[in-house]
């Protein structure tokens, strides 16, 4: 079996390569822990570490990266610091310098952060570092970042994009926003990458799932997705996530050998209830759950993260939304009956917009995906989640047999 990296990178051993790598930009590694593992089993593994440094100039909190390869380097990888482990050589960077998110190195600081908006002309007078408030929201080492900027008193979400992404990304935003469909309106643009987004109006779902009154109904959630184009669905087809069932079950599998037999059946389960059914051809989002939506007086005021935006099933869209509502973590009592209360007058009404087993199958899938999180996250308690996530899906695959 090719070893992608996965043993080296989440063990005691890759001390002494990041203490190679901090030594050599002239640094002292005085701490490490492994903080995120983005695992594809026999093929790569890329894992960031928090780490406590002493430079010349003193010591600071860093994070590092590292990326393994089961078949040799990448040619991005050449952009990072490469070390050797024995026959094997790895790519290892330091935030914000990661090597397939060239604008991220001017998107982490405020003062060329400020650079670029005054580039756009976003604000008279021009903004300075001081002006700007950073808030790192998301990072995917070497897929994106996500990052909030609050200037003066202007809101901005701005995403760090690999190069092959940026164009689609402005094209997919471009295509909803002139059709009216109320997703985030593009500020700016730079040539290394980084997209400057307006902030949509109301707030999360995510948040709003919360509250004592509906934030919004099934049928508003289906028709800000019912109201996306026809030339969605004439976009490059992403694959649904029940396409790649098997791929994360392997994932789990590896991480949590216990959960195998389990996961083998709720895959054959899926993949034979699905056979058949064909690719679908409706304008879809492709990653549509409660924190891509925005609400607003009781109804749907925006939504998000449109780069997966494509032809595909209804189905796959209100899948993902009941497999992420089923999968909250760490909810009170109070927070978790209000979430069951919504799924339970939300799911009927999807029901009625499409088949029922699917619905069900595909939200098992999507739930799959999920519970591979805990482990990439390294949550405390990872392996009691990940199970409590494949309880989940299990549930809902026990639904419609």
Not at 96 to 124: C, F, K, T, V, W
Not at 301 to 329: E, V
Request: aromatic share 6%; net charge negative.
């Amino acid at each position: 079996m090719p070893d992608d990296g996965a043993e080296l990178l989440t063990s005691d051993g890759v001390g002494a390569l990041l203490s190679a790598a901090v030594a050599h930009a002239s640094g002292v590694l005085v701490d490490w822990s492994l903080e995120h593992v983005d695992s594809n089993p026999n093929r790569s593994t890329t894992a960031t570490y928090g780490a406590i440094v002493d430079w010349p100039f003193g010591r600071r909190e860093e994070l590092l990266g590292v990326s393994a390869r089961a078949h040799g380097l990448s040619a991005s990888d050449t952009r990072a610091e490469i070390f050797a482990d024995g026959d094997r050589e790895v790519a290892v960077w330091l935030y914000p310098n990661d090597p397939d998110l060239p604008g991220l190195a001017r998107a982490a600081y405020p003062a060329s952060m400020a650079e670029i908006l005054n580039a756009a002309h976003l604000a008279d007078p021009a903004l300075t570092a001081d002006d700007l408030d950073l808030e790192m929201i998301a990072y995917r080492p070497r897929r994106r970042a996500v990052l909030r900027v609050s200037a003066r008193e202007t809101v901005y979400f701005v995403k760090v994009l690999r190069a092959t992404l940026s164009d689609q990304i402005v094209q997919r935003h471009t295509l909803l926003t002139d059709a009216g469909v109320p997703a985030p309106l593009i500020a700016a643009r730079t040539d290394d990458h980084v997209v400057v987004l307006r902030a949509l109006p109301g707030r999360p779902l995510a948040r709003a799932v919360f509250d004592h009154e509906p934030p919004c109904t099934a049928e508003q959630l289906i028709a800000v997705l019912d109201a996306m184009p026809a030339a969605v669905a004439a976009l490059e087809r992403r694959p649904p996530w029940t396409d790649a069932v098997d791929h994360y079950s392997r994932i789990i599998a590896t991480a949590l050998p216990r959960e195998e037999e389990r996961l083998h059946w709720l895959v054959r389960q899926i993949q034979a209830g699905l056979s058949g059914i064909p690719a679908g051809h409706e304008p879809t989002h492709g990653d549509f759950h409660e924190g891509q939506v925005h609400v607003a007086d009781g109804r749907v005021a925006g939504i998000l993260d449109i780069d997966t935006i494509g032809p595909g099933r209804r189905a796959d869209d209100l899948a993902c939304l009941i497999a992420h509502l089923s999968t909250i973590q760490r909810m009170n009592t109070e927070q978790t009956a209000r979430v069951h209360a919504l799924l339970r007058a939300w799911v009927p009404v999807f029901d009625q917009r499409v088949d029922p087993i699917e619905l069900r199958l595909r939200a098992a899938a999507v739930v799959i995906s999920l519970a591979t999180g805990p482990y990439r996250g390294q949550e405390p308690q990872w392996e009691r989640e990940t199970a409590w996530m494949l309880d989940s899906a299990e549930a809902l695959v026990r639904q419609v047999q």
